[in-house]
């Protein structure tokens, strides 16, 4: 069984992928064996694990056009249990697709489809748009992290989040639930305060109890190219996404609601 989540929020700067680094690593650490795919041409899940983005020849763009198989384009991290399929500035070429193609949105569920995927979980992350990359990760995911910060219009931007998710749902035909992750979260700002209970009036139990705090340790960590987990396991942003990591355990492994790739293939 292979759960795939998506890392997701049409704004860039909101920790998508802090989130996505630091939720495979501690998955990782929990001995689940875990698979990173870059869908940002930023390539920053390789900067943030260490890699030599520049260095790497092939990934998610080849992987995505059919071109490799994914075993030909999994890069091994120094983290026990983590891989990662790296995103390569030519994914940008992808963002516009011509009008000829067909289905350009299912070519990411049709590569993973191709292969028995060997991970127990597989962590999208996605650019800072609703383009055609970050529809290829909806229509490949099971599930949606939406990493939020506390701002002023975080409510609307959410929204239109939750219709493309919606949206996702009727066209690829797959139950695909979400959950809102606060991040760069200060409690003793009044207007994250303000912001965090009204978000968590209107989408209830889609938001993660735990939010993720402001933590020096996390940007220094990203800069270091280790996750925060393992950079500074003591540090209160450390300690966040492993709660918050918990909580994800427990909501893909709610039964009946894990489903392997497999299942796709009779829709
Ligand atoms: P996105 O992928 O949504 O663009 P990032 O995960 O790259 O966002 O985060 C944007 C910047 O903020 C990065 O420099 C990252 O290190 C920093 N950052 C993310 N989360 C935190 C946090 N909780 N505390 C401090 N800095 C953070
Ligand atoms: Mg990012």
Known sequence: MTAVIAIMNHKGGVGKTTTTLNMASALAAGNNAVLIIDMDPQSNAATGLGLNAKAIQAGSYELILGDKKLQDV???????????????????????????????????????????????????????????????????????????????????????????????????????????????????????????????????????????PVEPKIAESAFLGRPVIFHSPNSQGARAYIRACAECLQWTQEEGDNKDLAAYRDT
Request: charged content about 20%.
């Open 74 to 212: 999994i890069h091994k991290t120094d983290l026990p249990n983590l891989s990662l399929v790296p995103a390569t500035f030519q994914l940008a070429a992808l963002s516009s697709v011509s009008p000829d193609d067909e289905d350009p949105e299912y070519w990411l569920r049709e590569s993973l489809e191709q292969d028995d995927i060997p991970f127990d979980y597989v962590l999208i992350d996605c650019p800072p748009s609703f383009g055609i990359l970050s529809l290829n990760a909806l229509v490949a995911a099971h599930k949606v992290i939406v990493p939020v910060q506390s701002e002023s219009f975080a409510i609307a931007g959410l929204q239109q989040m939750e219709s493309s998710i919606n949206d996702i749902r009727v066209e690829a035909g797959h139950d695909l639930d979400f959950r809102i992750l606060m991040t760069l979260s200060d409690p003793s700002q009044q207007l994250h305060q303000l912001v965090d209970r009204e978000v968590r009036a209107h989408f209830k139990e889609h938001v993660f109890q735990n939010a993720i």
